[in-house]
């Protein structure tokens, strides 16, 4: 198995860079986690680098995973494959087949793309695997989206980070916002709070962290995050969590997963024009602009604000 140099160090960390103007009244920092230096960057490369770690661990063979035509995480992992002289195996849905950067992207990473229709995507899964066991491979299978401990610990990291770069710099966030899909990215940013809690003696003051979900309703995308933090905590759970320290809001999510309107391509275009930083519609221009109706709409003014970028970057090609 090839080694990805990138992966066999911890990453540095991605830069937090402060917005020229105010917007809605607030200070607006970016944590450019668009800027990963591996495939295009974003939450799923971050996540990847934890994977790396458990297929070495399990001398897999062959990395399996899940996503559709326009996934971030099905490019990263199909590179991430490639790089490490594996093969990649997706199981993808068949109701949308539509080429788009990522999916090319895929194809020329040479991974193996099964396609089935939604319905019947946990037993394709599970047949694959199964069928891979019998001719003698080892198969990893990392859950779509980049779900679960691993991915979860990728953002406890970032967590960290954030909280470095405050100490150095002085500047005290009061809320972190980001796009909120599977959960997993919030999940770990809460657990990275929740972890820093019980170890600072003083009570610390923590910024509030916003997920602003993309695409599920409300309790149903709650429950998720809950889920994979409990998961995350183990036994930790029950002394460390609180209500407070998850917030989840659908109130940004249009029809769903993909929708978007006028609002969000303005402001994609506005702060592209202004800033330099491109932003999808899926999920990060979507999660901006939703940021900033939910500080308009909470009236929050005159607050530090910090931003993760969490990528994307070939979504914004496919809707230039
Ligand atoms: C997957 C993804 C998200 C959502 O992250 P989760 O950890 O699934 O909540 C946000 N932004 C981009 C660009 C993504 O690809």
């Known amino acids: 198995m090839k080694k990805i140099a990138l992966f066999e ?3 540095a960390t991605t830069p937090i860079v402060e917005l020229s103007e105010d917007y809605a ?31 070495q661990k399990a001398n897999a063979d062959v990395v399996m995973t899940y996503g559709s035509n326009s996934s971030n995480h099905c490019r990263i992992i199909a590179n991430m494959a490639a790089a490490m002289g594996l093969s990649c195996h997706i199981i993808s849905p068949a109701e949308n087949r539509e080429q788009l950067y990522n999916t090319k992207l895929v194809e020329q990473f040479g991974a193996v793309v ?4 939604v319905t019947e995507v946990a037993t394709t899964i599970a047949n694959r695997i199964k069928a891979y066991e019998e001719e ?11 779900h679960g401990n691993p991915g979860t610990e ?31 990215t919030q999940a770990g940013l809460v657990c990275g709070q929740l972890l820093m809690r019980e170890q600072s003696l003083q009570e ?19 429950e998720v995050v809950k889920d994979s933090i409990r998961e995350y905590l183990g036994e930790k759970f029950e002394t460390l969590f609180t209500e407070e320290a998850l917030c989840f809001t659908d109130a940004y999510r249009l029809g769903g997963y993909g929708e978007y309107d006028s609002q969000i391509t303005d402001t994609i275009a506005y702060v592209m024009a202004r800033e330099g930083i491109p932003m999808d519609t899926t999920y990060v221009g979507k999660a901006f602009t939703g940021m900033l109706q939910y500080l308009k709409e909470y009236s929050i003014l005159h607050k530090n604000i910090l931003f993760i970028h969490t990528g994307g970057a070939p979504l914004y090609f496919d809707k230039l």
């Open 204 to 222: 610390e003051k923590q910024p509030q962290i916003i997920g602003i979900s993309i695409a599920r309703e409300e309790a149903r995308g709650r």
């Open 25 to 55: 009244g607030n200070h607006l920092y970016v944590k450019r986690d668009d800027m990963v230096p591996f495939c295009f960057g974003g939450n799923k490369a971050r996540k990847a680098a934890e994977f790396y770690k458990e297929i």
């Open 136 to 146: 003698g491979r080892r198969p990893y299978f990392i859950t779509g989206g980049g």
């Open 114 to 117: 099964e396609t089935c229709p």
């Open 9 to 11: 160090h911890p990453l």
């Open 154 to 184: 990728s953002y406890v990291k970032a967590y960290r980070e954030i909280m470095c770069w405050q100490r150095e710099t002085g500047v005290q966030f009061d809320y972190i916002f980001h796009a909120s899909g599977t959960g997993t």
